[in-house]
């Protein structure tokens, strides 16, 4: 089986576990200090805050700008990306409002205005590409990086645009805990809110004095002492995925580029077709994966949201689309087993 | 310092660890398999699930419900209780009812009446202790277990009344993965709901379908391999609590019982003789806090839900009580102390 995801785990791992054992510290600890100095350090932002995972890292961050606007409570996102992305907004008791992609998975923000409902803009680095930002001044940002990890282009490093940027160390991303996930902020405010609503919307002191609404969104110690030997692959693990991207547009004759690769999209002529070489590609012991979802097509978003547009971009990549792995420990041998199938299924 | 949570960590916990690492299955992997079979097990129950903590299991417990009863979206939840249980009503998107308690910390169903807009009864078994359940057969029963697993009445098991039960692993309760949560549920579509609710609403296959709204709950293999070193743990940790209680009901002059202890709870004539005593205990280097609040009093929950009723108990009760450790590693000298110290705060 060539699967999706992997997971480096230097022998630093598991002298960092074993020390949590003996100081019986595998909650709250000192890893997870040191995890978070780190990748603030790593990204050159003032505060990073360890999650139990990316999906909760993108709750608490909208669950922290409502605490700060609570009289906006909508929010501007792609209509194609991952389902987890959009759940987030309605977890954190907000309104979606989704705008379509056009060219290069990007989102059109020509199709939207805000209003003053509007809480934030929320756009992914998706499938580990930089992905473009509009530029209202008096709307904040909040960035999901959560593919893309360590990703930069030439004017920004993916996360600190904003007022905030949450990234995820599921297994298929750049680097793991198992799961885990991460905000950084420069904003002292962002940052003292985010670390009360993740604990329950306490107060830093001990006297269980409660503040804001809150949620449990605390890393343990066991995954930070993972993620701390971790921190300083990052780079090596997305230059060993953008060469196995280029390999993978050598053998196809295909022109794919991200800063941080999460997989290796491709289109198909149609829904059959894309179908039809997962199918291929499942009986060949290859991982693959339909790509995101148009989420406005998802009858359960319709049902409680009714009709929320017309999406025809998102709709045709999430219907025609599929990605297979791209991550640092697949050999040549795997890329080139993986694109044989793959020319096979687009003749 | 004498602390309210403590953490017993086996040599099979760091077997288990040091396995995870070889096998590298972090993420989701056979312990989190083996761990929920342990503790179905235990309960006597169907099916147990592992969630990455006990508000998310609360959580996840609400938004299955929901997603079986879509028109229903109020839950009855006793007023004195701690945040996380309420916050878990309000992050699945649901209105919480309070209802006052009364005598023993026990909820005053007499005060309310279910409507058919009602969801359920979310009673939790409180400080380790039984909670009274209500007889209404149409209205489902959600058990917040998570601060008094493996506590039994003659009648029952704690979590195993209603329809699921939420149990949490956080270190002050009786068995501790750092972080952890548990749901244990005999209903095989609430179990199939619940799964796909906390993996981001998937099918359980790998298509990457959705079809209800979700969240990330999940456990990491790492959390569920301490997890199932201690299993066999949890009665032996609940009879050495017990046996704590029974040594400060005995030094102290009390009378405080629960079947799973979670912490020793101490009324007093006023707020300002409770928060003398805080500071005394503090002083002392002994960890206590104020007991759980009045949540309807918390000017976050006023300011969205405006007033929410009268709550003359949980206010007194929320207002002037502490708790102080209870738990299995203490010795009789730290009770000792801890009761000469409170003995002093009670002249």
Redesign the interface.
Known sequence: MISL???D?PIK??LN??KC?LT????RGDFVKEFEENMADYFGAKYAIAT?????AD?VMLMTLHEMY?DKDQVILPAFTF??HS??V??A?LKPIFVDIGENYQIDWKQVIPTDKTLCVFPANLLGKSCQIPSWPEIPILEDCCESMGGSTFCRMFGTEGIAGSFSM??SHTI????GGLIITNNSEFNEIARSVMN??KFRT???????????A?M????AA?GCSLVEKIDEVNKKRRRNVELYNHLLGLNFYAEAPHCYPILYPSKNSRDSA?KLLGYNGI?A??L??CIPE???YQ??FGDMGYFPHASLVANTGLFVPVHQNLSQKDIKKICVVLNATRQ
């Open positions: 995801a992997t997971a785990i791992a598991w576990l074993s054992l019986k510290r595998i909650g139990c995972n990316g999906t909760m709750t609570p389902v987890a759940n987030s309605v977890n008791g599921f297994p793991t805990t198992g799961e329950h919307g001990n006297d269980f004095t409660f503040s804001y609404f809150g949620t449990n605390k343990t110690n066991l995954q993972v997962l991982e994966r339909k995101m979802g998802y009858e359960f049902k409680r």
